[in-house]
Nanobody, 121 residues
Framework: QVQLVESGGGLVQAGGSLRLSCAASGSIFSIDAMGWYRQAPGQQRELVVYITRGGITKSADSVKGRFTISRDYAKNMVALQMNSLKSEDTAVYYC???????????????WGQGTQVTVSS
């Protein structure tokens, strides 16, 4: 089993910044990708940004130029720096990791418990 623990959510005014962190622990052989998704009330969960083991990133158009993902491969951690926050960024943010627990295991998808980000206008 793999656990993802997020931290760093909270309340911020529009135009402000927040930094989210996520640490993965447990039975980890390799992490093929880590990233962040978000879900606003009444909306489907959507991709924010992810980063692959090779350092390739993919982000939603709505956050390009404002959000930056970084990864600490040695510590199995990922961080999301969110700048110029807007009210429409308000959502529960979920850490995601695609993990192999051994060389023979298939990839498995894991989620954190979610952290609330609220941007007041």
């Amino acid at each position: 089993q793999v656990q993802l623990v997020e931290s760093g959510g909270g309340l911020v005014q529009a135009g402000g910044s927040l930094r989210l962190s996520c640490a993965a622990s447990g039975s980890i052989f390799s992490i093929d990708a880590m990233g962040w998704y978000r879900q606003a009330p009444g909306q489907q969960r959507e991709l924010v940004v992810y980063i692959t083991r090779g350092g390739i990133t993919k982000s939603a158009d709505s956050v390009k130029g404002r959000f930056t993902i970084s990864r600490d491969y040695a510590k199995n951690m990922v961080a999301l720096q969110m700048n110029s926050l807007k009210s429409e960024d308000t959502a529960v943010y979920y850490c995601n990791a695609i993990v192999r627990s051994s060389w023979a295991d298939p990839q498995r998808n894991y989620w954190g418990q979610g952290t609330q980000v609220t941007v007041s206008s």
